[in-house]
């Protein structure tokens, strides 16, 4: 039962590789570019393991920018992981005992957030599953990063690749897949309207820090509201 569980695990984080490869291999070229080592690269994305925390730190780094602000804004957005972990204890509390969850809980991202809720509708959690999804999709990420590294003397302009695309293609394809009644719908159109408005309303320089989460939290209640009524 656990062999399956982590075959499954890891089965269902190959999508979640193959959309890293591109953003991973970006990452290790810009990384290379603002002066960082290929062991440096490779040790970034083994501790932080956040592409946009990760992305942010080199546009910081190439703004000469200081390491309290690097911080402060990985801080600030990465809170969302508060959100999704606070919303996964009820499915992994009395099955996933407590020290090995908060281990693997190391590998939570936005994509093995969306796979492990999509198939906890269906199929209990497991430790198996957890390590399966998130060790596999930790690895894609460092192994990537790696790569990119390495070949950044290579690689000119990564844009001509068309490599930032990847990133909203494979979040568009999450949503795809987390949709399945006319509330998600709504709920998913609301948190993209009051992304864009708060983006609009607040200064630039606020709005890529707070935007996603506040468009989230409200995004999330009506949820609760919706499926409330339902």
Sequence with gaps: MQ??????????????????????????VLANEVGMSIIQATMMS??????????????????GGAV??????????????????TSLVPYLKGRVPTVIGTFLSYGLTD???????????????????????????????????????????????TERLGLGFALPAMYICLLVFMIKRNSDVFVALSSALFCLLIGYLVPSTME???????????????????SERD
């Excluded at 309290?68 to 801080?75: H, P, Q, S």
Aim: proline content about 2%.
């Design 208 to 226: 890529n820090l707070f935007n996603i989460i506040i468009a989230t939290i409200i995004a999330a209640s009506l949820g609760v509201l919706i």
């Design 68 to 85: 309290f602000t690097i911080i402060l804004a990985n801080v600030l957005v990465n809170l969302r992981y508060f959100l999704f972990s």
């Design 3 to 28: 062999k399956q569980e982590l075959k499954q695990g890891i089965n269902d984080s190959i999508p979640i590789i193959l959309g890293y490869l591109p953003l991973g291999l970006a990452f290790g």
């Design 111 to 157: 994509e093995t957030y969306a796979v492990a809720m999509n198939r906890y509708q269906d199929h209990a959690p497991t430790a198996s599953y957890m390590a399966g999804l998130n060790l596999s999709s930790h690895i894609g990420w460092i192994t990537s990063t790696l790569l990119g590294a390495i070949l950044g003397s290579f690689i000119g302009n």
């Design 46 to 63: 083994t501790l932080c393991f956040t592409g946009a925390g990760q992305y942010i730190a080199i546009g910081v780094m190439q703004a």
